[in-house]
């Protein structure tokens, strides 16, 4: 008996340690990585790409700031392709994290910790060395001076320390987040060296120091930046990087004008556009170089799920704090009219909060999930037990008239009726509703629904602002709604307290735009944070999903299952998309293709002028 309680011992402590042996990758649930420790490339590069050439980009609204780390200024398109993170995801795993700057990674076996071990010839653009020390610089920088979301993600942390100059360990507070070793690996490295003596919370257009593939090689404020390769960057040889960041330079030219952009795309002025607009897809490219081949339009998969894009509600305004106002408002957007009129029947509407994922919650709720759902009783909506969620459907006429009744209805419930003509809240102060928007698109999807809420004496006005304007009132919380967008991966996380938590309600740099402060939202998130299993995961969200569902919190706009882009045929990509991306590092210029670059004088430079 003693024999085989010893070699029980023994084997526990093999095991133990088999697990905390310093590994190439890390995943969710400690599920074998797709690719091994001796892989060659991914498998959706082209490993042989050819590198050279300019790939030129647009971007929307200008930029101030070369900081993307602070809550000031807009941060200038891509600057994060300045700089390296401890390890990087691979794009067609749901989430699995191999290593760049940290070459290998020990987790603890109760997970209580994490140890990342850096490869010694990790260096920043100045040849200066990447050592332990400026992870800690750098982590704790972000949570004293960056953005609030940095100090929301890694709450969980409990202490970083440098052992060695190559060696650095983060200790939890609790074991419970299984993500927040992975989320650690997500950690760009910035330089000690370069940032002392500088103020890391001004934002300016001072040229940063990274260590990535590229670096900012010529700035014009406001307009444009370009990124040139770096030809000895020190990670080009690894694995993860084979076959991608071909591009010699990348530049990205700044429109005030999306309508602008299309047409400065079709001229040939940039190489590569991503069509968010169903009518320019359907109509806006019949075109010379469309039907000629040389501008190409094509629709990639895309395998993430699709998140929740929605009319926001702000809760922290008195007139949106009754629920029965928030469902019938959301009666008056008549999707079935804006899809076939508007959108050429592209879209499907929206019905998750993990749309196009096995976490989306559908039907009622099953064992798994009434068991994290009973607790709450009394505390969510009665209707998460006992309906499934459904938005209302019309038959697509533009009349409305049964859900503009229904509408009428639950605001009387509600202390609303109407005086004069005119909708009047529970203080007799007539109804009026202000939607901040930057862009100009959008103008023409809500002027429908501003017709109905009008049938109904409320008044919405649509506000246009701004870039600058519409970022500062977004921080400052200073809007009544606006259409935001809450995207998801295939693992939700730690990002979930960034959208939905108490905590994260006056952050303003969070994505808690509603104003949400509920103790029975921010027991599942924690619970779904928390989950041990890929199938309790799941259980979580769907559980989540339903309590923001039958919250009202936002309006559900729409989505498409594929990424609609717009490219010259001098560029190139691989046969093989990655599952949860574009891609756009893994593509080329083709050497043998002239690119279409209009001369100086012709007519379509004055597009770009009035794009700035």
Not at 177 to 194: A, T
């Amino acid at each position: 008996m003693m024999s085989k309680i010893v070699g029980g011992l023994l084997l526990a402590c093999l095991s133990t340690c088999a697990l905390a042996t310093p590994k190439h990758a890390l995943t969710l649930y400690d599920e074998p990585p797709k690719y091994p420790a001796d892989f060659k490339h991914f498998a959706y590069v082209n490993p042989d790409a050819p590198k050279g050439g300019t790939f030129r980009q647009s971007s929307f609204g200008g930029f101030d700031s070369l900081n993307p780390f602070i809550n000031k200024g807009v941060a200038a398109e891509d600057i994060s392709a300045i700089y390296d993170t401890l390890m990087r995801q691979s794009l067609d795993e749901p989430f699995t994290e191999y290593g760049l700057v940290a070459g290998k990674i020990e987790k603890a076996p109760d997970n209580g910790w994490v140890r990342f071990y850096l490869r010694p010839q990790a260096r920043f653009h100045d040849g200066h060395p990447i050592r332990a020390e400026d992870v800690v610089f750098t982590f704790n920088t972000l949570m004293k001076d960056g953005a609030p979301l940095y100090r929301a993600y890694y709450a969980d942390v409990a202490e970083v320390i440098a052992e060695q100059p190559l060696q650095v360990l983060f200790k939890f507070k609790h074991k419970n987040n299984r993500e927040l070793p992975l989320i650690l690996g997500q950690l760009p490295v910035l330089p000690k060296h370069w940032w002392q003596g500088r103020e890391f919370t001004r934002g300016n257009l001072e040229i940063p120091l990274g260590s990535g593939p590229y670096r900012v090689a010529d700035v014009k404020p406001g307009r444009s930046i370009r990124y040139e390769r770096v030809k000895d960057y020190w990670a080009k040889d690894l694995p993860i990087n084979r076959g991608q960041y071909n591009f010699d330079q990348m530049t990205y030219d700044s429109y005030r004008d999306n309508t602008v952009a299309l047409e400065a795309l079709k001229a040939g002025q940039f190489d590569y556009w991503e069509e968010r607009t169903a009518k320019n897809w359907a109509t806006a490219y019949d075109v010379p170089p469309v039907r000629e081949g040389r501008l190409v339009r094509e629709e990639l998969p895309n395998g993430n799920p699709t998140g929740m894009q929605g009319f926001v509600y702000n809760l922290r305004r008195p007139i949106f704090q009754d629920v029965r106002v928030r469902e019938a408002l959301s009666l008056l957007l008549d999707y079935e009219w804006t899809n076939r009129q508007l959108f050429n029947g592209a879209y499907t509407r929206t019905g998750s909060y993990f749309e196009n994922s096995e976490m989306a919650a559908r039907g009622l709720p099953g064992a798994d999930e009434l068991k994290i759902l009973e607790p709450l009783r009394g505390q969510v909506p009665e209707q998460v037990f006992t309906q499934a969620f459904a938005n209302p459907v019309s038959d697509g006429s533009g009349m409305i008239r049964e859900q503009q009744r229904k509408a009428y209805k639950l605001l009387q419930a509600a202390g609303w009726k109407i005086v004069d003509d005119k909708m009047v809240d529970t203080q007799g102060k007539p109804v009026s509703l202000e939607f901040m928007l930057v862009q100009t698109e959008f103008e023409r999807v809500l002027l429908p629904f501003k017709r109905n809420l009008a049938d109904l004496g409320i008044e919405l006005n649509i506000r246009r602002v701004d870039t600058s304007q519409y970022i500062n009132r977004l921080r400052s919380r200073d809007f009544d709604m606006l259409v935001a967008g809450f995207p998801q991966s295939s693992s939700p996380g730690n990002e979930q307290r960034e959208y939905w938590s108490s905590s994260s309600a006056d952050n303003p740099g969070s994505r808690n735009f509603i104003g949400l402060r509920d103790p029975a939202i921010d027991s599942l998130v924690d619970s779904l944070i928390n989950a041990d299993s890929r199938q309790s995961l799941i259980a979580h969200t769907r559980a989540l999903d339903r309590v923001l569902l039958w919250g009202y919190y936002v309006i559900p706009n729409w989505h498409i299952k594929t990424w609609r882009v717009a490219y010259w045929n001098h560029i190139g990509h691989p046969e093989v998309s990655p599952k949860y991306d574009i891609g756009i590092n893994t593509w080329w210029i083709k050497p043998d293709v002239s690119p279409t670059i209009p001369q100086p004088g012709d007519a379509s430079d004055s597009v770009k002028d009035e794009a700035h």
